[in-house]
């Protein structure tokens, strides 16, 4: 396994995961990469290492350049395990220091027992021969230790988890994939990790906007280096909570009524001329649906009562959905009972703690819904579409 090189004695020497399916709880089927680089110079630099069962594709790839036990210092932008997992043996096996945030240093030491790690300021600069390396403090993107490390010569941002995606790939560049593939990626991520931390981005992205940046390295999927305008305003849109004419309905069903509930509304939403993605939880991930949210206007949610409460997997995702708080969105609830209700209810609390302005009423109907009933179900469909379009 050999580094590559993606500026003048820069080199990519992470790994790549092309079987990992789950990760913190959203699925990744095009695996992922845990990105490492190596710079090379009067002191060698390793920023940041890879998730542990890949320490020896990293020490691989940095054989391929130079001796491990060259590498005089090794920065850890993120204390999270799929970055961090192998400080241990990389500090062991090169005798390097590690530097990190202060909030990293707390971090890592209450993760591991065997590594010595320094602390860095905000701002801080470290010169290794002719290169500068300057660390910024970005907090809560995603976690508290987080930081970005700048190349200030080669103009590389090592952007952690920022502007990531969970894809395994054997080319390494965002000009050598499908820009439809690379794309969605970096939405799903986003969705389903930095989307409650807008505001961390919009204030991340005040703090960096003035760097000259030619590159973007991230810790995970491609490395920006084409189009880094793409990225960069996607997630300032994401992070403004901005939309566009499109609901997303979800639900589940447990003998139907639900479901016949849902493709009316679907279909009134249609009619009005959004665009619109029913979702049934049975056969949908919750991961995917998020992706979906991130751009829609509205948020429709139905499900059956069962013992006076949500249908389980309804529960699942409106309290997943609930985590990642997504802005400025628009909800309403609706779903079937037989004897007794209390789904709906439930919905809707959940759906406003979520952040969602529930801005119709509840829809309810006891057992199988009738033609009659289908109807209040297409026209209830209608009045979110006039919304969503501003109506």
């Known amino acids: 396994m050999r580094a590559t090189e993606i500026a003048d004695n820069v080199y990519w020497v992470g790994a790549i995961d092309w079987n990992v399916r789950n990760f913190h709880g959203y699925t990744t089927p095009r695996g992922s990469t845990y990105n490492a680089y190596l710079i090379r110079g009067e002191t060698n630099v390793l920023v940041d290492t890879v998730k542990r069962p890949f320490f020896d594709q990293m020490v691989s790839r940095i054989k391929s350049v130079l001796d491990p036990k060259e590498i005089g210092v090794i920065v850890s932008n993120h204390v999270e395990m799929d970055h961090s997992g192998s400080l241990p043996l990389a500090q062991s096996l090169t005798g390097a220091k590690i530097l990190a945030s202060k909030r990293g240093v707390e971090g890592l030491g209450l993760h591991y027992d065997d590594i010595v790690v320094e602390g860095v300021e905000d ?7 002719n290169r500068t390396l300057r660390f910024m403090e970005t907090p809560m993107l995603h976690w508290p230790d987080s ?3 700048y190349l200030v010569e080669d103009k590389i941002l090592f952007s952690m988890d920022g502007f990531g995606q969970h894809l395994a790939c054997s080319r390494r560049f965002d000009d050598e994939v499908d820009q439809d593939v690379l794309m969605y990626e970096a939405a799903k991520y986003y969705a389903n990790i930095l989307m409650p931390f807008g505001s961390q981005v919009l204030k991340t992205f005040e703090k960096v906007k003035g760097l000259d940046i030619k590159m973007l390295a991230t810790s995970h999927g491609i490395i920006w280096r084409k189009d880094l305008g793409k990225i960069i305003n996607a997630y300032l849109s ?9 609901a997303v309905v979800v639900y589940d069903t447990m003998w139907g009524s639900t479901q016949i509930m849902a493709e009316a509304i679907a279909d009134g939403i249609a009619s009005e001329g959004v665009e619109v993605r029913p979702y ?3 056969d949908s991930d919750r991961s995917e649906i998020m992706r979906d949210v991130l751009d829609a ?3 429709v949610v139905g499900s059956p009562t069962l013992n ?3 249908f389980p997997s309804v529960a699942d995702f409106v309290i997943y959905m609930r985590g990642l708080r997504p802005k ?5 609830s609706f779903g079937s009972f037989g004897w007794g209700g ?12 979520a952040g969602l302005e529930m801005a119709f009423e509840d829809l309810e109907m006891r057992y199988v819904p009738k033609e009659q009933e289908k109807l209040k179900c297409f026209e209830y469909g209608q009045i979110i579409g006039r919304k969503v379009k501003g109506g």
């Open 342 to 353: 209390g789904a709906v209810k439930a919905m809707r609390e959940h759906l406003e703690k």
């Open 308 to 310: 006076n409460g949500m």
């Open 280 to 282: 049934r939880l049975a």
């Open 328 to 332: 400025g969105k628009i909800g309403a």
């Open 238 to 246: 994401w992070a403004k909570g901005e939309s566009k004419e499109k």
């Open 297 to 299: 206007r509205a948020v």
């Open 147 to 149: 930081m970005f490390t």
């Open 123 to 129: 701002g801080q600069e470290l010169h290794v021969g």
